[in-house]
Structures are given as structure tokens and as C-alpha cells.
T-cell receptor, first 113, second 113 residues
Framework: DQQVKQNSPSLSVQEGRISILNCDYTNSMFDYFLWYKKYPAEGPTFLISISSIKDKNEDGRFTVFLNKSAKHLSLHIVPSQPGDSAVYFCAARDTGTASKLTFGTGTRLQVTL | EAGVTQSPTHLIKTRGQQATLRCSPISGHTSVYWYQQALGLGLQFLLWYDEGEERNRGNFPPRFSGRQFPNYSSELNVNALELEDSALYLC????????????FGQGTRLTVV
């Protein structure tokens, strides 16, 4: 049962343009969401997070949007840079039950010149 | 402050052998997660330990097991290794406080030949 889904396995964006990565979840108890970035042969690194009491969180070029009614979140990267090329994972947690982090399957972002 | 450390970084075993992977969490973190990332696939949840107890396990056979020690470090054991166990095994640690993200180690690359 995949509770966190990233339906696009890959995305290609031109340098300078906006990258939009999407994530859907099914568990309505999830109340904290995170995005991780992963380069090959390295562990994922934390990028940005959002609490369910917010609908937007911004950190530099990265903005995460949360639509609770649609159970959907997205990560916007503006402007995209070649160094952003990596696999991006969204993750969710039900902090009420101190549950584990549940990850999506990842989206591979390729930023082209 | 030291991050999450995993050892060894690379491990080569033959089919049928046992592999032991180790993880030291960030100081103060009581939760340790284990994930498997096989080639071309996303992060598959294996095990979650907190305060020395197994809290949850993913959809993996019983030959994947582990434990958490009193100092919160953790071991992942894989018995009767199969070729398809070849993967990057990632360990992450977190506290269970609201808003805390998980921090990942660099991973152990297990190759079964």
C-alpha cells in the first residue's frame, strides 16, 4: 500500500525555468511533509518541510505547497540550476502516532543547459 | 556534530552468506530507520527502531532483521543473501519531536555475487 506517491518517475527542465515536482498521499493522518534530494551513491539530504497547518513554505529557490483537501503537495524550484539534477523524494509523517517517515518512490529531475 | 555514520561503505558477499550493516545515529536521536534502494527504484522502508524496540517493518522477508542497542546505534542483518539483495542500504535517524526531519547516512553498498 503506497501511501505516498510520486507519479512522475522523471522530469526534464531547462536551466532557468521552473521545476515542479508533485506528490500525493492517501493517509489523512499525515501532518508533516518533507522533501529530500538524493545524488547517486549518497544518502538523501533534507531540503524543505511543511506542516499541515500551513499551505506554503519557502526557502530560497525552493517552495513547497500543500493542498490538504486534495492530499497533494508540490515542490517548486525557481530558477532551476544544473546542480539541482538529482532524485527528489517526498516523505510524510503522522506525528500524532510518532510514526515512521513514509517516502514516495522519487522523481528524477534533469536540468538541462 | 557528527552526522549519521554507516559502516562499511561497501560490502561484497556471496549468495547464501550473511551481511551485517551498522549505523550510528546523530547524538540525541532515538529513532533509526533502515531503507533499501535497489538500482532504479525508490526508497523501500525496511525497519524502524526507537528506544531499542522494533516499531515497524516493511514488506521484506524475515531474513532481514536488525536491532537497536542501548546507545541507539543499530545493526541490520541480512541472512541467506540473494542476488537481488544487492542495493544501497540507507540508515536515517531522527527524534520523534514534531517538526524533526530524518538525517541520512551515506549508505552501505551491498553487492551479492
Amino acid at each position: 500500500d503506497q501511501q505516498v506517491k510520486q507519479n512522475s518517475p522523471s522530469l526534464s527542465v531547462q536551466e532557468g525555468r521552473i521545476s515542479i515536482l508533485n506528490c500525493d498521499y492517501t493517509n489523512s493522518m499525515f501532518d508533516y511533509f518533507l522533501w529530500y534530494k538524493k545524488y547517486p551513491a549518497e544518502g538523501p539530504t533534507f531540503l524543505i518541510s511543511i506542516s499541515s497547518i500551513k499551505d506554503k513554505n519557502e526557502d530560497g529557490r525552493f517552495t513547497v505547497f500543500l493542498n490538504k483537501s486534495a492530499k497533494h503537495l508540490s515542490l517548486h524550484i525557481v530558477p532551476s540550476q544544473p546542480g539541482d539534477s538529482a532524485v527528489y523524494f517526498c516523505a510524510a509523517r503522522d506525528t500524532g502516532t510518532a510514526s515512521k517517515l513514509t517516502f514516495g518512490t522519487g522523481t528524477r529531475l534533469q536540468v538541462t543547459l | 556534530e557528527a552526522g549519521v555514520t554507516q559502516s562499511p561503505t561497501h560490502l561484497i558477499k556471496t549468495r547464501g552468506q550473511q551481511a551485517t550493516l551498522r549505523c550510528s545515529p546523530i547524538s540525541g536521536h532515538t529513532s533509526v530507520y533502515w531503507y533499501q534502494q535497489a538500482l532504479g527504484l525508490g526508497l523501500q522502508f525496511l525497519l524502524w527502531y526507537d528506544e531499542g524496540e522494533e516499531r515497524n517493518r516493511g514488506n521484506f522477508p524475515p531474513r532481514f532483521s536488525g536491532r537497536q542497542f542501548p546507545n541507539y546505534s543499530s545493526e541490520l542483518n541480512v541472512n541467506a543473501l540473494e542476488l537481488e539483495d544487492s542495493a544501497l542500504y540507507l540508515c536515517a535517524s531522527s527524534s520523534l519531536m514534531y517538526g524533526s526531519e530524518a538525517f541520512f547516512g551515506q549508505g552501505t553498498r551491498l553487492t551479492v555475487v
